[in-house]
């Protein structure tokens, strides 16, 4: 079982950037592909990115690439998102998640585990 913890969230001015962490638990993290994933007040949730177990192959939402990277550090079981040229568009609670493999990184109810959600904040 992994347990996760979202952290990194803020209140930014537009154009701004905030990096998001998220720490997992267990010593299996490595096997696992990571999701972030976010949801705006009224809207449903949506994909933001996701990497591949090995850290090797990145996914982006259309939205945010070219702005945000995500990276893994599998000896620090963290997974983390690099958010620049912040938009207003991109408020919402950041949430990561996991799951056995890549197949279908982008649906989240292909994910098993959850952390808890991080408030982000782009003001214009």
């Known amino acids: 079982q992994v347990q996760l913890v979202d952290s990194g969230g803020g209140l930014v001015q537009a154009g701004g950037s905030l990096r998001l962490s998220c720490a997992a638990s267990?010593?299996?993290?490595?096997?696992?592909?990571v999701g972030w994933f976010r949801q705006a007040p009224g809207k449903e949730r949506e994909f933001v990115a996701a990497?591949?177990?090995?850290?090797?192959?990145?996914y982006y939402a259309d939205s945010v690439k070219g702005r945000f990277t995500i990276s893994r550090d599998n000896a620090k079981n963290t997974v983390y998102l690099q958010m620049n040229s912040l938009k207003p568009e991109d408020t919402a609670v950041y949430y990561c998640?996991?799951?056995?493999?890549?197949?279908?990184?982008?649906?989240?109810?292909?994910?098993?585990?959850w952390g808890q959600g991080t408030q982000v904040t782009v003001s214009s």
């Open positions: 990497i591949s177990r090995g850290g090797s192959i990145p």
């Open positions: 267990g010593r299996t993290f490595s096997t696992y592909t």
């Open positions: 998640a996991a799951k056995g493999s890549d197949s279908y990184y982008w649906q989240s109810q292909n994910y098993y585990y």
